[in-house]
Every structure is written in structure tokens, then in C-alpha cells.
């Protein structure tokens, strides 16, 4: 048996990120170019693996986007497969959903299971229900996002698969909307391997969606990740879909493909704030640093999203710092779609905990010390210039004439140079 399906994810519809109309086609481009892949490769079917929209309440033109790429699937006879993802459920009491509007179309099949108090049933899917459908030798089981529910259904899932009769049936996927713990470090909710390993039995693929991170493990799960990218963070990723071949007659029974989408370049510049002492000695730093980072960002045919972050310690009032400036010369010197500056920088003043009982020459030592750390030239010597400063003013409440005390300073002053 050889058969050719499409595997996406994620493709957002609807979502006019950062407010720019550009962004609500970028998405919108992103799921017909998956689309127009499947048509010009004859792909026998194609599967969606949850959140085609951004949100359950979707406006005209979104529809009209989904429509419009269904609708081409369906005039080249690609039968569409989908598991609803959490931005695609109705809202609150709500118990119709815009894909379960697509499903009544004829435009897809939305697959889930029966969940009864007897326990889990996975009934072929009817043209309005059903938790599994067979195209040419594939048999296609579908689990929408159930949240922390989700645990507890997979444990049933290898029972309800054994008790299935597989007549006929060659190749066996299960569509899920979940992460799996490990692969997003930091991101709660995955679950862990070791949930999914004993649906390896019985399952040949299985199609994830719900994390943007692509990712494909020991051979049968894969993750496409998002058609576009839906946060910053995410620019570190290429998501795309998977274009799979079926071969029943191999030993590895399927080759996937991970084919990346044209998606809209996103950078993150970070630029350190510590070395300058003006205002104007900060922009000049950073308008070299654009300058030179400007070819990469240049690098595609689309305008880029452009986010710059100031990071670390203003050796200046912060409100000295002008920041529709600085966004200024990010869209003169690059050009973007979308520029983002942010402020991430701390102000140069530092606290004295009031538990702490210092003497006025402690006290005063802590807050020379503090200071002169905010200048990354004098930081690893701090203590030291600390103690100088502090020695120059007793000598001067001393009495000390100016001659030796320009005479201390420049003695103290070549020692810590040759240090």
C-alpha cells in the first residue's frame, strides 16, 4: 500500500497579531501555502491536528480563509481530517464550534471520542460524529484538546484500540492536541513519554499539535509546529507541516518530511545599556549596533518584525531615556513591518535593606560601591575605588593639604591600574 497525507497544525487563523492587518494575512498565507502543497503534490488526504482558528469567536474574513482552502482540498478531491484544539472550542455554554459549522459543510471530518460512563468508545466517524475514519488503508483516530483530562483518556485509549477490528486497515494514525512534558522546558502541562509509549502498539503516527516547537521522537510521534509564528519567542523555531509517505511494503512502514513554511522574519535584539553614560551616547551605540545587524535582518523578502530590548543597569536618570527615539531609529535604519522596543533596563538607584544596622563609613562605603558597580569599566574594582573615596574624604575633613591629597590619589590610582 503506498499513500501520500499532509500533516499541519496550528495554522491560527484569524490572529491579527500585534494589531497589524498584515499579520491577520500573514497567517492567513501561511495555511493556503500548506494547502497548495497538499493540491500540487496529490496528497491522498489531509490532516489537521487542532487550532486552525486563533479563537472560537472568528470574523467573516477568517472564515472566508478557511473556506477558501477547504474548499480547494475538497475540488481536488483531499478529504480533510481535524481534532478541534483549545482555540477552536465554542465558548462557555456554547456547544457548536465554527469546525463543527465545517464539519456540517462537508468540508471535514471532525473526529472525537464517545465518552460514556461505561468507559471510552471510538465509533467510525458517521458524516456528523465519530472518533475514527479509514482512507485507503489508513485508519485515523482523533482526540480533541481535553485539558488535564486528557491524562486520564490516553490510559483507556490502548484498551478501546485493541477491542477495534482492523480489517483491511495498513497504516494506523491518532491526531491528538497535546505537548508532551520535555520538549518546552519551563511550559507546564505535557505529558510525559511514558504515557504515550504504549499507544506505540497500536499506533504507527501520532499527530500532535497545541506546542509551536516542532519536534519528532522515536519515529512514530510527530509535531509540525505553527504554520506562522505566533509569539517572539517563537522565531528560535521553523514550524511547518509534514508531508508523510505510507509504504506498508518498508520496513519503517512511513518517511516524514518536515517541509518549513515561508514564514514572516521575526528578531530579537538585545542590547546591553551598561557602558553608556548619556542618552545620546547610548543611541549612538545603538544605531552602530542596527547598522550592523541590519543585512541579517534584511535578509527576506518580508519586512521583518523587529523587537530591540535594553537590558541592564542606566547609568543615567531613566527618565532621560527616550524610547519613541530609540523607535525611531529602528524604523529608519531597518525598516520593519513592526518595531517593538522595550525597556527592560533598571535604574541606577540600589536599596539598603532597613534590617540591615551599617555605621555612617559602612553605609557610605555600600553606596560608593553600588555606584561605581554600575560603570562595567570600574566593576571588578569596586571595593577598591570604594576605599580610595573614602580615604579622600577624610583626608579632606582632616584637614589634609590639596598636595597630598592629589599626591594619595594618584598613588592609589597607578596601583589599581597595574593590577
Not at 497589524?20 to 494575512?25: A, K, L, Q, S, W
Not at 504504549?198 to 503516527?205: A, G, H, I, K
Request: aromatic share 10%.
Amino acid at each position: 500500500m503506498h499513500t501520500d497525507f499532509l500533516h499541519f497544525s496550528d495554522a491560527h487563523l484569524g490572529y491579527q497579531q500585534y494589531g497589524h492587518p498584515e499579520r491577520f494575512n500573514d497567517f492567513g498565507r501561511a495555511f493556503l501555502a500548506a494547502i497548495d502543497y497538499a493540491v500540487e503534490h496529490k496528497m491522498d488526504f489531509a490532516l489537521v491536528s487542532g487550532d486552525l482558528f486563533h479563537k472560537s469567536a472568528i470574523d467573516p474574513p477568517t472564515l472566508l480563509q478557511a473556506v477558501n482552502g477547504l474548499d480547494r482540498l475538497r475540488q481536488a478531491g483531499i478529504p480533510v481530517v481535524a481534532v478541534m484544539g483549545n482555540h477552536d472550542r465554542p465558548r462557555y455554554r456554547d456547544r457548536f464550534s465554527w469546525l463543527d459549522y465545517l464539519a456540517e459543510r462537508g468540508y471535514l471530518a471532525l473526529l472525537s471520542p464517545n465518552f460514556e460512563e461505561t468507559g471510552l468508545h471510538l465509533l467510525p466517524w458517521d458524516g456528523s460524529e465519530g472518533a475514527y475514519t479509514d482512507i485507503k488503508g489508513v485508519r485515523i483516530y482523533g482526540l480533541p484538546y481535553l485539558g488535564a483530562s486528557t491524562r486520564k483518556i490516553l490510559e483507556e485509549f490502548p484498551r478501546a484500540l485493541a477491542n477495534q477490528s482492523m480489517e483491511g486497515i495498513k497504516f494506523t494514525v491518532l491526531m491528538g492536541h497535546f505537548g508532551l512534558e520535555g520538549e518546552m522546558p519551563g511550559v507546564p502541562g505535557g505529558l510525559p513519554h511514558n504515557q504515550v509509549t504504549p499507544l506505540s502498539e497500536f499506533v504507527d503516527y501520532l499527530a500532535l499539535g497545541h506546542w509551536h516547537k516542532p519536534f519528532e521522537r522515536e519515529g512514530w510521534i510527530y509535531n509540525p509546529g505553527s504554520l506562522e509564528i505566533c509569539a517572539m519567542d517563537e522565531c528560535r523555531w521553523r514550524g511547518g507541516f509534514y508531508h508523510v509517505t505510507v509504504d506498508t511494503q518498508s520496513k519503517s512502514k512511513h518517511i516524514a518530511r518536515h517541509i518549513k513554511t515561508h514564514r514572516r522574519p521575526f528578531h530579537r535584539l538585545v542590547f546591553p545599556v551598561d557602558e553608556y553614560t548619556t542618552p545620546e551616547a547610548l543611541y549612538d551605540g545603538l544605531r552602530k549596533r542596527l547598522e550592523e545587524e541590519r543585512p541579517a535582518m534584511r535578509a527576506d523578502d518580508l519586512d521583518p518584525v523587529v523587537e530591540v530590548s535594553l537590558e541592564g543597569v542606566l547609568a543615567f536618570d531613566r527618565s532621560a531615556l527616550d524610547m519613541e527615539h530609540v523607535r525611531g531609529l529602528i524604523d529608519e535604519i531597518v525598516s520593519p513591518l513592526i518595531t517593538r522596543p522595550k525597556n527592560n533596563t533598571r535604574p541606577t538607584e540600589f536599596e539598603i535593606s532597613p534590617e540591615e544596622r551599617l555605621s555612617r563609613t559602612e553605609l557610605e562605603r555600600q553606596v560608593l560601591q553600588d555606584l561605581i558597580r554600575r560603570d562595567s569599566r570600574y566593576r571588578d574594582q569596586a571595593e577598591r575605588w570604594a576605599n580610595l573615596m573614602g580615604e579622600v574624604k577624610t583626608m579632606a575633613l582632616t584637614g589634609s593639604p590639596p598636595e597630598a591629597i592629589v599626591a594619595t590619589m594618584r598613588q592609589r590610582i597607578a596601583g589599581l591600574n597595574e593590577e
